[in-house]
């Protein structure tokens, strides 16, 4: 994780920086399965209520190389602005960036029905409305790429750490144990 690259939304008159966001990190997410599986790491450095305009490559400068050649932002480089590769700053902390997935209440029942645990009738009763969690983190919203619904991505940057941790990214660029460097 010695390299980065920033990739910044530009604003739009017709389209929102959310819509625009999550329209990169879709792009981003399936470019990541294709060309550089675990080896690339993302953050978003202007996250507050909502992950801001800019999503933060990590990697190698190798691995950035490789998903930077492979022309990832096609159809979207008049939306975004992104740097060059650009080496970790030597004073950067680090921290996690991970998924923070809440059960819901649906799941909950369904997978209490399909084991055979409840009936549908004492699911309903049993696991009430009132057990949904609501995550209060900015996130991404996507379309599923196993089977095509739309599902939010909550993203949650942990505290900041004097050394790195090393550990694999998911294909959302994502870990709950390897650590980005933060600057």
Known sequence: ???????TVLPDPEFNETVLMNAVYAKLHRAICQ?????????????????????????????????????????LQDYTLATELLPV?????????????AKSVHNKRKRSVAKGWLTEVQAQ?????TQFKVLKLPYAQLKSLSNGNIMRVYIQHGEL????????????GLSPTATIPWF
């Open 161 to 172: 750490q004097e050394c790195p941790a090393v550990g694999e990214f998911n294909s959302y």
């Open 89 to 101: 700053p030597a004073n950067a902390k680090f921290r996690t960036v991970k998924r923070v997935q």
């Open 35 to 75: 060309f550089a599986p675990s080896k690339i790491g993302v953050s978003f450095p202007a996250v507050g209520k909502t992950l801001g305009n800019t999503i933060r490559l990590h990697g190698t400068e190798a691995s950035l190389e490789l998903l930077d050649t492979q022309k990832w932002r096609q159809g």
């Open 1 to 7: 994780m010695d390299y980065y690259q920033d990739i």
């Open 125 to 129: 009763e049993k696991i009430p409305d």
